[in-house]
């Protein structure tokens, strides 16, 4: 099989293949760290995409999640912006098309994403480590995609990656930074 290529912007960096626009098919999803941006590629069917339509970040967005925060069966865009010291939500609102961002204050250098219910309420917060304030910030979701100031926990020197899981099989997530 032949290699196809598809235009990005500059820098594509964090990238997920998720379907945003309930066709059942995979679209692509990738974050423009130079170009500071998030590009979605819609798949067309036979491994084929349309060109990206690109919505707006902050400065260096280099992670993306995608999953549905706001409970209304769409997949949302959740992007790490590295030198913007924040995260954007961009609400999906059908085919595949999504809201202007909101943003969410950080550390400094948030870097990765983990999208998860950490507190038990059925809706899914965001974990991120701040890579230049050596810690994690947790962002509970407060309902219809929208999420309260972070609260921070200790973590390494300049956490780059997260990870959120019981390992002590208590029945809670635990922060792996």
Do not use: C, H, W
Not at 155 to 175: E, F, H, K, L
Request: avoid cysteine; hydrophobic fraction near 35%; charge should be negative.
């Amino acid at each position: 099989m032949a290699q196809t290529t598809y235009t990005a912007g500059t820098g594509p960096f964090g990238l997920a293949a998720v379907d945003v626009n309930s066709d059942s098919k995979p679209d692509i999803i990738v974050t423009n760290v130079n170009s500071n941006n998030v590009g979605v590629l819609l798949n067309t069917g036979n491994g084929t995409f349309t060109a990206q339509t690109t919505y707006p970040t902050g400065t260096k967005p280099n992670s993306v999640a995608v999953v549905d925060i706001n409970n209304d069966s769409k997949p949302d865009l959740i992007v790490t912006n590295l030198n913007s010291n924040y995260f954007n939500v961009l609400l999906n609102i059908g085919n595949g098309t999504f809201t202007a961002q909101t943003t969410y204050p950080t550390g400094a250098g948030p870097y990765d994403v983990e999208v998860i219910d950490v507190n038990g309420d059925s809706k899914l917060d965001i974990v991120v480590p701040n890579s230049g304030s050596n810690n994690v910030g947790v962002f509970l979701n407060i309902g219809n995609g929208t999420f309260a100031p972070q609260t921070t926990y200790s973590a390494g020197t300049t956490s780059y990656s997260v990870a959120v899981v019981d390992v002590n099989n208590d029945g809670n997530p635990d922060i792996i930074a």
